[in-house]
């Protein structure tokens, strides 16, 4: 079992920045590709980001390339989204997610994902 808990949510305004974290309990968080999704009200999931288990290699929806970067931490069982330009159509619940390395890096549909987090609310105003 991993237990994943986001934190670093808030209201901001457009061009704002905000840091996500998500930080995992359980089994070797280095065991795990991570990934962030988001899921605005009335819409389906979304794909955010993506980074391998050793953090080599990340990946990134076109929506959010060039404003967001995913990074890890394996020492401190940690995961994080900054987030930079925001847009008020970033605004949704954010939820990190775990992925056995024996997968390939990431599912934009969040398949072979095992774990989430409870999510955290960014709110983008205009």
């Known amino acids: 079992q991993v237990q994943l808990v986001e934190s670093g949510g808030g209201l901001v305004q457009a061009g704002g920045s905000l840091r996500l974290s998500c930080a995992a309990s359980?089994?070797?968080?280095?065991?795990?590709?991570m990934g962030w999704f988001r899921q605005a009200p009335g819409k389906e999931r979304e794909f955010v980001a993506a980074i391998s288990w050793s953090g080599g290699i990340t990946y990134y929806a076109d929506s959010v390339k060039g404003r967001f970067t995913i990074s890890r931490d394996n020492a401190k069982n940690t995961v994080d989204l900054q987030m930079n330009s925001l847009k008020p159509e970033d605004t949704a619940v954010y939820y990190c997610?775990?992925?056995?390395?024996?997968?390939?890096?990431?599912?934009?549909?969040?398949?072979?994902?095992?774990?989430w987090g409870q999510g955290t609310q960014v709110t983008v105003s205009s």
């Open positions: 359980g089994r070797t968080f280095s065991s795990y590709h």
């Open positions: 997610a775990a992925r056995g390395r024996y997968y390939s890096d990431y599912n934009v549909d969040g398949v072979g994902y095992a774990y």
